[in-house]
């Protein structure tokens, strides 16, 4: 079969059932996300990531796919739950709430707006509807206004050893994008260029090739627990946000960068002896504060699967082809729970299900079915890419 | 051998040289904790949890087992860098400081104050010193102060489900024998009563035996991650302190049902596959938020070993004499590295050194020498006992 079929197959009839049977809490509004094995709900905490989240995926596929009603009545379900429920008065989004919407953690970070930026958008443009594409524009103002101090209050480091951390401006060369309907061309290109700076400059470190997760403030490392600490999954997710802002630009150089480092990331986070990528990792080798960096994290290998399918489609590199392969054979063989649907979230360093949850505090409706669509759409254009050629060379000869 | 030398000999021989040869800092004072598996320190920042823990390994071992200098002096380098370093000026204790001594992160729960109290006091004894004495006593008084919001302004809960955890009534029933000589009698058993009333009558629940890591403030449980997370080795660190409250109270009751407790959290957290208590558990058996639930950590066991030894000289119950021996045979047969001394920290499921460092961030010189000695001690009156019984009874015959 090829394998735009299998992603797409995998999305339709497995995955967005999946949470279309299990997660939509169609008494109190907002996502269910803490499902069992076998979808059951295990518990009715609401995390805001999540419900962000979901309603963007079903956003996005009514925006992009189709316009089914059925897509459309879940991502309202979800956007009147996070508009009514999720905001503080100030407008910055809790961590979690109760099943009914009652706050239950403070605004610490924000990265809950970040998803709720997102998804307001997204629904704005699926439901046409004006309050919503303001609620997306004044989200991502108000990310903007506490990027220098996204903790707030609740920051603990005393400022003696000041972190800039990768996953601001990661995100935000998605959320612009995500955001483009909604603000204009000059903000979407001055953040893209300060995102590629951060991620490409700051971050990607020449000597090793290698993203580090935090840098001081000044852009140099820092030889401790926060310093040397390794997230490749992050690395390689952010990397196919730079191609694809790399195709937007034509920017070439981007794109080679970006490949490189995808697979340069690779060599260094596969387990020699299990397979599949590692969670975390110290640049020098040291033990990692994280107790759980040998384990197999569903993302971490869906954001490697999009990765490499769009270096691939970009660069057609056979080294490139090589990985995409390993890492498809590892997590499709891995992953998925055919019996029950949809794929496991936390696999211990052997490959064996550490936890049997499809869903939970931080796993929803997201990775899983964007990168399904992602691999699906690149691959549909490469086979047809490599069809048309096979189709000219056909009639040369 | 018998079980008495065998802990004996560890301590003096192994446990103590490793951290007297690696830990110390010479030059800015205070621990090295971060020592990789041959003892070479990875990391130079300071932790105050264990600065605290590893003044009062020393200093108790001063007053208790030999007047060495050398381990006063150790205890010395560290208590002074607690004292001039580690306090901001309301007198609160910061998480984690550089190695000079330049606080990194903010006083964001009692638990630094909870150890720099029972350094500072057992210090004060072995330095016969009336500054320490005081600063142990106002340490304490400043932990009584804050223990109903521990961890002030950095508390993330809206307080729309507000918890209390079991960790505080735990400690504060250790920390007041421990400032036995600072506090007056009636300070130590109201707080004494206070803590066996939380742990026994709140934290333990009568239909299943086990302990709670969180209620709700009046005192039911709450169906949620934090409601219904069970963490076996605080459970059974608890017991041994009840058991020994029970012993200087001569409360045949709390003994027993402790004891009880021991077997019942063993049974229930035991891995039946690969042996070893689970890390984190699941009161309602659904998938715990700790990543890292299935693996085997020092502590746990070596707490487990300390429990078991006392319940067993209590009791002289068969049931926990296999106990014993089932834990002791796992435990050493993998956590100890007779290569490079010490003991590994934390183990996968499958019983394999996960991290190969032997201190880090959380592990420093303080449960292994602390369980050495007390099994030492407690073996030390079980073989006696049994001796001076075989002679009564060979006297008899």
Redesign the interface.
């Known amino acids: 079969m090829e394998y735009s079929k299998i992603y797409k197959d995998t999305l339709l009839n497995d995955v967005l059932p999946f949470w279309e049977r299990n997660s939509v809490d169609t008494v109190q509004g907002g996502y269910f996300t803490?499902l069992?094995r076998n979808g059951k709900v295990?518990?009715t905490?609401k995390f805001v990531w999540l419900q962000g989240r979901q309603v963007w995926t079903f956003s996005m596929l009514y925006n992009h796919l189709e316009q089914r009603d059925s897509w459309l009545k879940i991502a309202k379900c979800g956007a009147d739950f996070l508009k009514d429920k999720a905001m503080d008065s100030k407008g910055n989004f809790?961590?979690s709430l109760?099943q009914e919407g009652?706050?239950?953690?403070?605004p610490?970070n924000i990265f809950s707006d970040c998803f709720a930026a997102m998804a307001f958008s997204q629904y704005a443009k699926a439901y046409g509807n004006d309050e919503f594409r303001l609620l997306a524009k004044k989200t991502y103002l108000n990310i903007l206004n506490r990027k220098d101090n996204p903790k707030g209050?609740?920051e603990?480091?005393?400022g003696?050893?000041s972190w800039k951390n990768f996953a601001l401006p990661m995100i935000l060369s998605n959320l612009v994008l995500e955001l483009e309907d909604v603000l204009n061309q000059e903000e979407i290109e001055k953040t893209l260029d300060f995102s590629i700076d951060e991620v490409m400059n700051v971050f990607l470190q020449n000597d090793s090739g290698l993203i580090y997760e935090n840098v001081l403030q000044n852009g140099t490392l820092h030889?401790?627990?926060e310093g040397r600490l390794l997230n490749p999954g992050h690395g390689i997710e952010a990397m196919w946000f730079m191609i694809d802002i790399g195709a937007r630009r034509n920017d070439k150089k981007l794109i080679r960068t970006a490949t490189d480092t995808v697979v340069r990331i690779l060599e260094h986070s596969w387990d020699p002896i299990y397979g599949g990528v590692f969670y975390f990792m110290d640049a020098?080798g040291?033990?990692?504060?994280q107790?759980?960096?040998?384990?197999k994290l569903w993302w971490v290998h869906l954001e490697t699967l999009v990765a490499l399918a769009k270096a691939y489609e970009q660069t057609g590199s056979e080294i490139i082809w090589a990985w995409y392969q390993k890492v498809h054979d590892y997590a499709w063989s891995h992953f998925p729970d055919p019996e029950n649907g949809e794929w496991y979230g936390?696999l211990?360093?052997?490959g064996e299900p550490?936890?049997?949850?499809k869903g939970?505090?931080w796993k929803g409706c997201f990775h899983v079915p964007r990168a399904m669509y992602q691999c699906w759409k690149t691959f549909e254009r490469i086979e047809k890419n490599r069809s048309d050629k096979t189709g000219t060379l056909k009639n040369c000869t």
Chains 1, 2 share one sequence.
């Not at 107790?291 to 384990?295: I, K, N, P, R």
């Open positions: 803490c069992d295990y518990d905490d809790y961590f109760t009652k706050p239950l953690v403070q610490y209050i609740y603990k480091s005393t003696e050893r030889d401790s627990f020098k040291h033990p990692t504060q107790l759980e960096w040998d384990q936390y211990n360093r052997q550490l936890l049997s949850l939970g505090k």
